[in-house]
């Protein structure tokens, strides 16, 4: 209830009464490490990333590893190494989020679905960021394996967004593009929240590099609803990641005057917490 109250809290604006609720739910705690103390910091973590505060999201990640918090659940474990690891690769500390992932790849099969799936792309296109093809290549094919023991629609539609924008990473736009021909809509939540491969989005990068007229148009016309449901709920990491593809989108069919206002309010909100892969990804053009 608490946890649900604090998202609540956060969503409506209202992060610091979220973050107060929290913390206060953390420091009555007695018992060292019991469900309600790593819960709660596990939320704190979440708040912070959501509204693009990797400095606070952290000291959270400090917090945290000062628990003992290999006598927590598998799942709170899980989450924790995704979220320590989510902190890095929005800074672009690559080599970081690969150490803090690495327990979520041996023990995928024990975790959350949605967070076993995202530790698995965010390790793979860190990699890919890296310049290790061969490891994301591999995790790619882990990826459709655990999809296929998942058997659920939102892991598959993950792991082939995730295969398509490494391809785009990788200059292979027709392979990306066939990758994402397949895209299930109703397959992906309507929520982002703080995963790293968001399929609604993949598909908007993928529209933008083939670049023709329809696909720009419904690549903009998809990051504006994106854009007015991130604004909603206050979600400023998923914002950042819009904002910049919006501008993408609009350097593309040479409307300069809207790439750069929707480049600026990007940067403007990233480098207060000092968040650079969502606009460093996207490459030089957008960036000059």
């Known amino acids: 209830a608490y946890l649900y109250y604090a998202g609540s809290l956060q969503k409506a604006g209202q992060m610091d ?15 060292g490490m019991s469900p309600a103390m790593s819960h709660a910091q596990m939320g704190l973590l979440v708040i912070h990333l959501l509204e693009a505060d990797l400095g606070g999201a952290q000291r959270e990640v400090e917090l945290a590893a000062g628990l003992p918090l290999h006598s927590a659940a598998a799942i709170t474990q899980g989450l924790f190494h995704h979220l320590a690891a989510s902190v890095c690769f929005h800074r672009e500390a690559f080599a970081e989020t690969l150490r803090h992932l690495q327990p979520n790849l041996d023990n995928r099969f024990l975790l959350y679905r949605r967070t076993a799936i995202d530790s698995l792309a965010m390790f793979a296109l860190a990699s890919q960021a890296l310049g290790d093809f061969e490891a994301a290549a591999a995790t790619i094919a882990m990826m459709e394996q655990l999809a296929a023991h998942n058997g659920d629609r939102e892991s598959y539609a993950v792991s082939r967004s995730c295969a398509a924008r490494i391809a785009l990473m990788s200059g292979d736009l027709p392979r990306a593009i066939e990758g994402m021909r397949t895209y299930d809509e109703a397959a992906c939540p309507a929520y982002m929240m703080h995963w790293t491969e968001s399929p609604r989005l993949t598909r908007c990068r993928v529209q933008i590099a083939e670049g023709s007229a329809p696909g720009i148009e419904s690549a903009l ?3 504006e609803q994106y854009e007015r449901e991130n604004r909603t709920v206050h979600d400023k990491l ?8 919006k501008a993408m989108a609009w350097h593309r069919i040479a409307r300069t005057q809207e790439a750069r206002t929707a480049l600026r309010e990007a940067v403007m909100l990233a480098q207060p917490g000092g968040v650079t892969r969502p606009i460093a990804e996207l490459g030089f053009p957008v960036i000059s």
């Open 221 to 223: 016309s998809s990051l």
């Open 238 to 245: 998923q914002l950042i990641e819009v904002l910049a593809l």
């Open 17 to 31: 009464r979220a973050v107060r609720l929290l913390r206060g739910l953390t420091r009555a705690d007695t018992g």
